[in-house]
């Protein structure tokens, strides 16, 4: 297994477990009678998509098909 693959399906966990997170906090809002979400769970979802990206990026790279162009 490459190390970019290796690094991809950690991420995929991760994104397992900031999903986890985010129902985690929404629950407990809705306990505390949270009538809206948290604010935390906007920013879970900005960390939810940044992984998303590393994520499907180094799955391009071990593909061999990592598009872009730029050589900087």
């Known amino acids: 297994m ?5 690094l991809a399906d950690r991420l995929e966990a991760v994104l397992a477990d900031v999903d986890d997170l985010s129902f985690d906090q929404l629950q ?3 306990a505390n009678g949270a009538t809206s979400r948290p ?18 990026l180094l799955r ?13």
């Open 2 to 6: 490459s190390r970019e693959r290796e």
């Open 28 to 30: 407990q809002a809705l």
């Open 60 to 72: 391009q790279l071990d593909d061999g098909s990592s598009g872009g162009g730029d050589d900087a």
């Open 39 to 56: 604010a935390s769970d906007k920013v879970l979802a900005q960390v939810r998509r940044a992984v998303e990206k590393a994520e499907r």
